[in-house]
């Protein structure tokens, strides 16, 4: 369920409501149930996904530590694995049973039940593989140290990626290795892709499971032995499907310790959601029309738009993205903030970045950090000289790339990234500073570095391959002015300008206080603006957070 | 990285003075009353459709007590855009050789939920009866579940006694009912579209081209990515049962436009529903290519298109004028269409 629904928002009340009268340990059970009932709008069988991947890094991270679970407690969480995936995954049409069961209807009842066998395919391999499971984990628990270590940490990377590989990329490789083989001339009989549901924010809960059993490995995380605390430590709900992606390290003490209501937090959380709200419907859904309008004319052929109507097309895009991401980001700060929960920063004015690499310290904070420390350092990351790094750097950037879509433009745009980092890194570009005496250099060196991301984002957003060259082709080519192009800029501006200008002041959320101690008419204006917009400017049609299917 | 995750305890300072929150709401109060201010008092003046919304029951009345053929034409911009009234007036005068009467109650980008309360709001009331009301439509306009302008509906065409029809039919989501009841106390709010339109339409000289221009490719693009589905006609219904009810005699035209896709849609389910009933239904559309030099835009005609397919319209209204609703219409009314 979205932030830009009111339904959420009435549930939220509702949570909210009771969430600061309970005692520690029955506010997370409501925090747990409701972030199920959040993430169960969308598909209520993508809770079964979740329990999965909660259930192996709970026994995986207490495996990895040694700690060895009762045989009662091994048993127990096979039973509600499997009988989550009979409830869940079963094909029971449930509001025709309970019409059924209320009317007493006989008929009704067994039309709602399951027809055939392999309705019960996912709960009996369920059964079966869980059963194995936990048939071996006293043999795994047996183990030497080290070799009883690895394999848990094994067994968790191995069902997370299995999971997300199945789901995000199965088409992808199927499709696309089908096309190498037409390409090289090998006629493959019909193969027919599954056609997979995505489900929403997968790659985010799986990244945030599976940093936890390695935390846990590596010593940076205790484990919990409470699977309610973990699991609501995998799928907390304001940052569930869009992140930002949490360590256990940061997360998960706040989940297992009282949390106490700090003066500023009400506030804070408040301006948090009504900036985010603000990104979200004024800034990213009002520029979504405008940019689709572009994209869609380069992936349907026929006439072309400008090149600068192109160009806005493309800024258009980057502060569409940058708007509906940090604006998810800030709502779901905004909102722990009131549970008494403190999330990461993950955007901080990137498009005012200097070089390459600043632009990915403040982009999608939580995720660069996730790729650099699970990926790219133990890749090497610096060590063993320039033509090391760079490789590090380009396959890192590139697993970014297909982490955020299972197409080749997501996979090229992460290499392209990863290519103009090495250049970034080859040419010993440092980051300027804007104060006195370099304000020039530095105002050159953010628009180089804005406009160099842009030109990756060509490949993020286009439709495809051939699509973004060509457009790209546009911009550099064609400098007709049209009236349309004038249009745009102005919505660009009327749009953007004023939150730019408000989050170069306060540098994103870093410095929020400064908007607080400001003068009382200043903060006044800054309160009247955004209100003003949520009420006057908010787009025609909502969109989804274009996130939400990463 | 940055893993700084609050300045809570700053702001935790700055925010302990509660004179401050409380001069700073009421700021927001008083320009939120503002806005609100000049959204009732001015935005409506400045609104020719609004204006126009308004002066629809008196025209309504105006046309009831005409003598002749007293004729309404209600929809959607097809309404004004794509037909002449003088000229349908004209040709149907000179067809019938009775006085021919037609007044316009159209509403841009409206759907057959909109034309129900309409025709409530100003033909089913006492007096307000006319011999024929022309529903001309295009697109998906007669099925359910199409995005409706909802502040126009809560603010020109429905009443408070109209809330529960509204709620329990025409809207499907609760963000669309949130936004129908606040719409209701609200005007800023209902008419927030109306005050987007105003801003841009001063600020940015090629605003409304630009718009035009957008939400023809968007539409298209709407287009290659939306498979046909059945939908549903309740409302439709709806607006047949109640007509047959005050015994008012509809009649639904198709007309043509440049979409591929509008102009193949059979309309099998609806034109089932409709002539159900007894109602009449005419379809402009010649089954063929259109031709594009009749057009002013993908959807709306020009001056020479609206001449022909008012002309059109005319030649096929002749043999409607005549008794009133069947006894099928009857039949439906009392069982629904199915039946």
């Known amino acids: 369920m979205n932030y830009n629904n009111p339904t959420f928002w009435l549930l939220f009340a509702a949570v909210y409501a009771f969430y600061w009268r309970l005692r520690h340990r029955r506010q997370n059970d409501l925090l747990l149930v409701a972030s199920y009932v ?195 430590f995998v799928c907390f709900f304001p940052h569930l499907v869009a992140g930002p992606i949490m360590r256990a390290s940061t997360l998960l003490p706040q989940v297992v310790h009282p949390r106490q209501r700090r003066p500023g937090d009400a506030e804070e959380g408040l301006l948090l959601v009504l900036l985010g709200l603000f990104k979200k419907i004024v800034i990213a859904d009002n520029l979504a029309p405008m940019v689709n309008m572009i994209f869609f004319q380069y992936g349907r052929g026929g006439h072309l738009p400008t090149g600068p109507e192109s160009l806005l097309g493309l800024y258009g895009f980057m502060f569409q993205v940058y708007g509906d991401f940090s604006g998810y980001s800030s709502v779901a700060r905004g909102i722990a903030k009131w549970l008494g929960f403190d999330l990461i920063i993950n955007f901080q004015t990137p498009y005012l970045s200097t070089t390459p690499s600043e632009h990915w310290r403040r982009w999608h904070i939580s995720l660069s950090t996730w790729f650099r420390d699970y990926l790219y350092i133990p890749l090497g990351g610096s060590r063993g000289g320039m033509a090391v790094e760079y490789r590090n750097v380009i396959i890192t950037m590139t697993l970014a790339g297909l982490w955020h879509g299972a197409a080749w433009t997501y996979v090229i745009w992460g290499a392209y990234t990863g290519v103009l980092l090495c250049i970034s890194r080859a040419l010993g570009t440092k980051e300027v500073r804007n104060v006195a005496g370099q304000r020039l250099r530095w105002l050159w060196r953010v628009l180089l570095t804005f406009h160099l991301t842009c030109s990756s984002y060509l490949f993020f957003r286009s439709s495809s391959v051939p699509a973004a060259l060509h457009m790209g082709a546009r911009i550099l080519t064609d400098f007709t002015p049209t009236a349309t192009a004038g249009t745009m800029l102005g919505l660009l501006l009327f749009y953007a300008g004023p939150l730019f200008a408000l989050e170069a002041y306060t540098e994103g959320e870093r410095h929020l206080e400064r908007l607080f101690t400001a003068p009382w008419p200043r903060q006044a204006v800054a309160y009247a603006y955004c209100v003003l917009m949520l009420v006057i400017f908010p787009a025609v049609q909502t969109h989804e957070f274009i996130y939400f299917q990463f | 990285m940055s893993s700084s995750t609050s300045s809570s305890e700053a702001i935790g300072e700055a925010v302990a003075a509660p004179a401050r929150a409380t001069r700073i709401a009421l700021v927001l109060l008083v320009v939120l009353c503002g806005v609100e201010a000049f959204a009732r008092l001015e935005l409506v003046r400045m609104s020719k459709e609004f204006e126009q919304f308004r002066s629809y029951p008196r025209l309504a009345a105006e046309l009831a007590h005409r003598s002749g053929l007293r ?269």
């Not at chain 2, 129900?116 to 006319?130: A, E, I, K, S, T």
């Open chain 2, 71 to 339: 004729i309404a034409l209600v929809g959607a911009s097809i309404v004004h855009e794509d037909i002449d009234t003088g000229l349908l007036t004209d040709r149907l005068r000179a067809a019938t050789r009775v006085p021919a009467h037609a007044e316009s109650f159209s509403a841009d980008h409206s759907f057959v939920n909109t034309w129900y309360f309409m025709l409530n709001h100003d033909f089913w009331q006492p007096g307000n009866r006319v011999d024929l009301v022309v529903i001309p439509f295009v697109g998906p306009s007669l099925y359910d579940h199409n995005e409706m302008e909802i502040g126009r509906l809560a603010r020109f065409f429905t009443t408070v006694s109209d809330w529960p029809e509204v709620l329990r039919t025409d809207l499907d989501t609760t963000a669309e009912r949130a936004d129908f009841l606040l719409s209701n106390f609200w005007v800023s709010w209902a008419a927030r579209d109306r005050m987007q339109e105003l801003t841009f339409t001063r600020l940015l000289p090629n605003y409304k081209a630009f718009a035009r221009e957008q939400q023809n490719l968007l539409f298209a693009q709407v287009f290659t990515k939306r498979a046909h589905r059945a939908r549903s006609l309740v409302a439709l219904e709806r607006l047949l049962r109640t007509a047959h009810e005050h015994a008012t005699r509809l009649c639904f035209v198709v007309f043509p436009t440049q979409r591929a896709d509008w102009n193949g849609q059979p309309y099998a389910e609806a034109r089932r529903v409709i002539e159900a009933t007894g109602t009449d239904y005419v379809d402009l559309r010649d089954g063929g290519d259109v031709d594009t030099s009749m057009f002013a835009d993908l959807v709306h005609m020009n001056v020479d298109g609206r001449a022909i397919y008012t002309r059109l319209l005319a030649d096929a209204l002749t043999p409607v004028l005549g008794p009133g609703p069947s006894e099928a219409g009857a039949a439906f009314a009392a069982g629904g269409a199915g039946e």
């Open chain 1, 38 to 232: 959040f993430y169960g709008f969308w598909d209520y069988r993508f809770l079964f996904l979740i329990l999965i991947s909660t259930i192996i890094d709970f026994i995986g991270g207490l495996g990895v530590a040694g700690v060895e679970l009762p045989k009662w407690r091994r048993l127990r969480l096979a039973a509600l694995l499997i009988g989550s995936a009979l409830v869940l995954c079963s094909n029971v049409r449930y509001a025709a049973l309970a019409a059924g069961l209320v009317h007493l209807d006989a008929h009704a009842v067994l039309g709602a039940l399951p027809e055939r066998l392999r309705d019960f395919a996912v709960p009996l391999a369920t059964a079966a593989v869980t059963l194995a499971y936990v048939a071996f984990l006293p043999w795994l628990y047996a183990l030497p140290e080290r070799a009883r270590r690895k394999t848990f940490l094994t067994i968790s990377m191995v069902a997370n990626l299995a999971i997300l590989g199945f789901f995000k990329y199965c088409d992808f490789f199927v499709g696309s290795f089908v096309n190498l083989l037409h390409a090289l001339g090998v006629q493959v009989v019909d193969v027919r892709l599954l056609g997979i549901l995505l489900p929403p924010g997968i790659s985010f809960y799986t990244f945030q499971a599976m940093s936890y059993t390695v935390d846990v490995y590596r010593g940076d995380a205790t484990p919990t032995d409470d699977l309610r605390d973990f699991a609501l």
